[in-house]
């Protein structure tokens, strides 16, 4: 006989004490154009004494992610990254949150902004 196991999600389970957000890879419609990000803005439900929250990217399916400070101020609703321009031309780009809290409940991520420069008032020689 075969078994199956079932988690019963629930508003009153305690939360995971960490959990990440990856979005889903873009190329801002041009895969054959090199591009560069200026920085990044996250926004969340004002944190609570113990959420944290930290933005990150990865450029061109790199095996590694640049994760900026976390933000743990309580009532903050808003992180923030600077993006290195000289360092970071890419032709794909993907963003992380990471979520953190040592309470009973988690904090809520809403959104994410990222300015992309397409270079295209910029020439090759």
Same mark, same amino acid.
Request: no cysteine.
């Given at each position: 006989?075969?078994?199956?196991?079932?988690?019963?999600?629930?508003?009153?389970?305690?939360?995971?004490?960490?959990?990440?957000?990856?979005?889903l890879?873009?190329?801002?419609?041009?895969?054959?154009?090199?591009?560069?990000?200026?920085?990044?803005?996250?926004?969340?439900k004002?944190?609570?004494?113990g959420?944290?929250?930290?933005?990150?990217y990865?450029?061109?399916?790199?095996?590694?992610?640049?994760?900026?400070t976390a933000?743990?101020?309580?009532?903050k609703?808003?992180?923030?990254?600077?993006?290195?321009t000289?360092? %970071?031309r890419f032709?794909?780009?993907?963003f992380?949150?990471?979520?953190? %809290?040592?309470?009973s409940?988690?904090?809520?991520?809403?959104?994410?902004?990222?300015?992309?420069?397409?270079k295209?008032e910029?020439?090759?020689?």
């Amino acid at each position: 006989a075969t078994s199956y196991g079932v988690d019963e999600v629930s508003p009153d389970n305690a939360p995971f004490a960490t959990a990440r957000y990856e979005s889903l890879i873009t190329d801002a419609n041009k895969i054959w154009a090199e591009k560069g990000a200026h920085y990044m803005r996250g926004y969340f439900k004002a944190l609570a004494s113990g959420d944290s929250m930290a933005l990150g990217y990865n450029i061109d399916r790199n095996s590694s992610w640049t994760t900026g400070t976390a933000v743990t101020t309580a009532d903050k609703k808003e992180a923030r990254l600077q993006i290195p321009t000289k360092s %970071t031309r890419f032709n794909e780009f993907q963003f992380s949150v990471d979520l953190a %809290t040592s309470n009973s409940t988690s904090p809520e991520f809403y959104g994410l902004g990222v300015e992309i420069d397409d270079k295209q008032e910029e020439e090759r020689v």
